[in-house]
């Protein structure tokens, strides 16, 4: 398969398509997508003591517009697909893409909160895992290792790996504790496109799929439950939870290819990273 994996190298004047091609960028890409994932990092920061009990999603989400505007950009997901808010909101058995709304969070929840602020054309993409209030050690210890399950298959990322090194991390660590890997959604390519080739599965063989290349932008999300995998979409077409109605746990990062390594776009500069935000 890898040897029909098309790479193209993007330039400030290049047309990007969603052609099915991994894109490859140089410095002025790389300097977009920090500027973009700055600003993820710091509305995700400023989330953190507006996540209480008793908020609504729907005021959440009014922080992320407001922040995002405020810092030069727009929410990429406003408007996207027929999506009509600023971040999804997941909470405790939602896995991913909550719609916030007058839901008001309580005392033992986990929360993701994903954000898209697009900056002069760049996407930085990121979520993380909010504690509300008093949360059962079980719950606490799946978003612990849901965040050692990103930072894995980060660490998997240079150039000559291949892109299963980075779903095959993830799916050791998760099922090492006995948790579920989803499967039905995955990271991606990002940068000019929110959406890109290729798709970066949180469960893969190492050793597989196409090579990492300098230059290549993705996201790294894996969504991993307390139980089983499978993963249901609710009537509204957007949320989606866990079969078992099992808890959720996300994060995720905005990366770049290095020479050496990666660059996380997205890193906190505050040290904001996991909960708790102390
Ligand atoms: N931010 C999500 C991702 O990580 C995508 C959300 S699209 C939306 O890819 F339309 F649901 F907001
Ligand atoms: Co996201
Ligand atoms: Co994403």
Not at 80 to 105: A, Q
Not at 148 to 158: D, K
Not at 180 to 186: I, K, L, T, Y
Not at 238 to 254: G, K, N
Request: include cysteine; proline fraction near 5%; glycine fraction near 12%.
């Amino acid at each position: 398969m890898d040897g029909m994996t098309q790479y193209q190298t993007i330039t400030d004047s290049s047309t990007v398509l969603r052609d099915g091609t991994i894109k490859l960028h140089g410095p002025e890409g790389f300097a977009g997508m920090r500027a973009a994932g700055k600003l993820a990092a710091e509305i995700l920061d400023a989330l953190a003591p507006h996540v209480v009990p008793g908020v609504t999603t729907a005021a959440l989400d009014d922080i992320v517009r407001e922040m995002s505007i405020a810092g030069g950009g727009v929410p990429a997901t406003l408007g996207y697909r027929g999506y009509t808010h600023s971040c999804c909101i997941s909470i405790n058995h939602v896995v991913c893409h909550g719609i916030p709304g007058d839901k008001t969070l309580k005392d033992g929840d986990i929360v993701n909160i994903d954000v898209t602020p697009l900056v002069d054309g760049w996407h930085g993409d990121s979520s993380r895992m909010y504690l509300v209030g008093d949360v059962p050690l079980k719950a606490r210890r799946l978003v612990e290792v849901t965040y050692e399950c990103l930072m894995l298959g980060i660490a998997a990322v240079r150039p000559g790996a291949r892109l299963g090194d980075i779903g095959a991390a993830i799916q050791r660590h998760a099922e090492a504790n006995r948790y579920g890997v989803v499967r039905e959604f995955c990271g991606h390519g990002v940068g000019r496109l929110f959406h890109d080739a290729p798709e970066v599965v949180h469960a893969a063989r190492a050793g597989t799929g196409p090579e990492l290349r300098p230059g290549m932008f993705m996201t790294i999300e894996p969504m991993i439950n307390l139980g089983k995998a499978p993963v249901k979409l609710l009537e509204d077409g957007w949320t989606a939870v866990t079969r078992d109605r099992s808890l959720s746990a996300q994060f995720e990062h905005s990366i770049g290819i290095t020479e050496t390594g990666c660059e996380i776009f997205t890193q906190s500069a505050t040290g904001m990273h996991k909960p708790p935000y102390v």
